[in-house]
């Protein structure tokens, strides 16, 4: 049976309706606990932990300067930042994770601040084209293909197709467009026990609720072990250290103690000609300042914690079903950061898989993730993306143009939870709406 952690405030809210207007969890004004910071500017993401200390407040402000400075081509006097490619989506990582926020599909269809995530038919990366498309190359090399995306209306709803121009097309290829996310509190999230979360699966609906979270398990590259996965949009790395490496090598090319080939096809001498950083690319020393810096960016405090509608919103958040995956909080363990240990912390959150319905599936499967599962991704800092990125597109491909139209994309497990907002009056969908904007 699934465990039940949300907060008797929450409970409340959800059970009392008429008793006047529900009191929140005090806590949840800073859902990123002692880390939290107040930021409404375009700079919301991009804050350290508000209680690093000041050895590691020196390693954020190292690893900012990584995130931020552009890789080129070996060899090059730059010796510390030279590698780049062969092949590569970006050319520094806030290339994708603009102001450390999330990325877009532009209105003319253009990829630059997304991926193309792509494997066999049968499962594996692709034997041409690798596990990701890199629509970039080094000077000298061609591109492996291009990408673009196409848009048509579904119910009054967006829907993307992705179209590929590849030099020898493969119908049997299977392929995910994925969106850059923000990045704030991915070192807590790393830091809740596993224990925590495995409390929420409930892989066969023992409970009969209709919702069957399950974990992804994932090779951990440091300990060669099948882990618990929790970061990414199907849970597909262990921990922020193995995502930073993958998208490293995946996004620009550059290899680590972790990741340390670059993709090239057995076929394909050109590509393996192109001259390397060096073995590795990147030193351990300056990926653990990146790591670091992607492990303490700062949770913005809540916004209008008191507003009437936004409590209200929060009631029917909770009367809808929505916590039943978004499950509002969690209480950190240990951390190697003491700044994120044994923090209350509200990212809305249950890290595991869920079915998301038919609407939603790329038909790609990702470890232990099927096409039509996809990790339930934290809220906290969704209302900011605005203020951050200059846009509201969310889930994993930027379809839905604002929370109203991902809620209403919600099929599979959560599709009783979407009945149910759609049933609210507008004002109501309003609030909830305003309540999630507010986290």
């Given at each position: 049976?699934?465990?039940?952690l949300?907060?008797?405030?929450?409970?409340?809210?959800?059970?009392?309706?008429?008793?006047?207007?529900?009191?929140?969890?005090?806590?949840?004004?800073?859902?990123?606990?002692?880390?939290?910071?107040?930021?409404?500017?375009?700079?919301?993401?991009?804050?350290?932990?508000?209680?690093?200390?000041?050895?590691?407040?020196?390693?954020?402000?190292?690893?900012?300067?990584?995130f931020?400075?552009?890789?080129?081509?070996?060899?090059?006097?730059?010796?510390?930042r030279?590698?780049?490619?062969?092949?590569?989506?970006?050319?520094?990582?806030?290339?994708?994770?603009?102001?450390?926020?999330?990325?877009r599909i532009?209105?003319?269809?253009?990829?630059l601040?997304?991926?193309?995530?792509?494997?066999?038919?049968?499962?594996?990366?692709?034997?041409?084209?690798?596990?990701?498309?890199?629509?970039?190359?080094?000077?000298?090399?061609?591109?492996?293909?291009?990408?673009?995306?196409?848009?048509r209306?579904?119910?009054?709803?967006?829907?993307?197709?992705?179209?590929?121009d590849?030099?020898?097309?493969?119908?049997?290829?299977?392929?995910?467009l994925?969106?850059?996310?923000?990045?704030?509190?991915l070192?807590?999230?790393?830091?809740?026990?596993?224990?925590?979360?495995?409390?929420?699966?409930?892989?066969?609906?023992?409970?009969?609720?209709?919702?069957?979270?399950?974990?992804?398990?994932?090779?951990?590259?440091?300990?060669?072990?099948?882990?618990?996965?929790?970061?990414?949009?199907?849970?597909?790395?262990?921990?922020?250290?193995?995502?930073?490496?993958?998208?490293?090598?995946?996004?620009?090319?550059?290899?680590?103690?972790?990741?340390?080939?670059?993709?090239?096809?057995?076929?394909?001498?050109?590509?393996r000609?192109?001259p390397?950083?060096g073995?590795?690319?990147?030193?351990?020393?300056?990926?653990?300042?990146l790591?670091?810096?992607?492990r303490?960016l700062?949770?913005?405090?809540?916004?209008?914690?008191?507003?009437?509608?936004?409590?209200?919103?929060?009631h029917?958040?909770?009367?809808?079903?929505?916590?039943?995956?978004?499950?509002?909080?969690f209480t950190?363990?240990?951390?190697?950061?003491?700044?994120?240990?044994?923090?209350?912390?509200?990212?809305?959150?249950?890290?595991?898989?869920?079915?998301?319905?038919?609407?939603?599936?790329?038909?790609?499967?990702?470890?232990?993730?099927?096409?039509?599962?996809?990790?339930?991704?934290?809220?906290?800092?969704?209302?900011?993306?605005?203020?951050?990125?200059?846009?509201?597109?969310?889930?994993?491909?930027g379809?839905?143009?604002?929370?109203?139209?991902?809620?209403?994309?919600?099929?599979?497990?959560?599709?009783?939870?979407?009945?149910a907002y759609?049933?609210?009056?507008i004002?109501?969908?309003?609030?909830?709406?305003?309540?999630v904007?507010?986290i």
């Open positions: 049976m699934r465990a039940v949300v907060s008797v405030s929450l409970l409340m809210a959800c059970s009392a309706p008429s008793a006047g207007v529900p009191t929140r969890d005090p806590t949840e004004r800073w859902p990123g606990g002692d880390t939290s910071v107040e930021e409404v500017s375009a700079r919301s993401f991009s804050l350290p932990a508000r209680n690093l200390d000041a050895d590691h407040r020196a390693m954020f402000s190292v690893g900012n300067n990584l931020a400075d552009n890789w080129v081509t070996a060899p090059s006097s730059t010796s510390a030279d590698g780049l490619g062969p092949r590569f989506d970006a050319t520094s990582c806030s290339g994708c994770h603009l102001h450390d926020g999330r990325g532009e209105d003319d269809g253009s990829i601040s997304a991926v193309v995530r792509l494997s066999a038919a049968e499962g594996g990366a692709h034997p041409a084209y690798g596990s990701q498309l890199q629509r970039h190359a080094v000077l000298g090399l061609n591109v492996e293909g291009g990408a673009r995306v196409r848009a209306e579904v119910d009054g709803l967006r829907a993307y197709e992705l179209v590929l590849l030099p020898v097309a493969d119908p049997s290829m299977r392929t995910s994925r969106v850059a996310p923000q990045l704030i509190g070192g807590l999230l790393e830091a809740i026990e596993e224990r925590a979360i495995l409390a929420y699966a409930d892989p066969d609906d023992r409970d009969g609720d209709g919702i069957s979270g399950r974990p992804n398990r994932v090779m951990d590259p440091r300990s060669q072990r099948l882990v618990l996965g929790r970061i990414g949009w199907k849970a597909n790395q262990p921990n922020v250290e193995s995502q930073v490496a993958s998208a490293l090598a995946g996004d620009i090319g550059i290899t680590s103690s972790l990741m340390a080939i670059t993709e090239c096809a057995a076929w394909d001498e050109p590509c000609l192109i390397s950083g073995e590795p690319e990147i030193s351990d020393e300056l990926l653990g300042f790591v670091l810096y992607s303490t700062a949770v913005p405090a809540a916004r209008d914690f008191d507003d009437p509608d936004v409590v209200r919103g929060r029917h958040f909770a009367a809808a079903g929505c916590p039943s995956c978004h499950v509002p909080s950190t363990g240990e951390s190697d950061v003491a700044a994120l240990g044994h923090q209350r912390i509200w990212p809305y959150t249950d890290l595991l898989l869920h079915d998301m319905g038919e609407g939603l599936a790329d038909g790609r499967a990702d470890g232990d993730a099927t096409g039509s599962e996809w990790r339930t991704p934290p809220l906290w800092g969704i209302g900011l993306i605005e203020r951050v990125n200059d846009h509201t597109t969310l889930l994993h491909d379809r839905a143009r604002s929370i109203d139209e991902a809620i209403r994309w919600h099929g599979g497990e959560a599709d009783a939870a979407r009945q759609e049933a609210l009056s004002t109501d969908r309003a609030a909830l709406v305003r309540f904007s507010s």
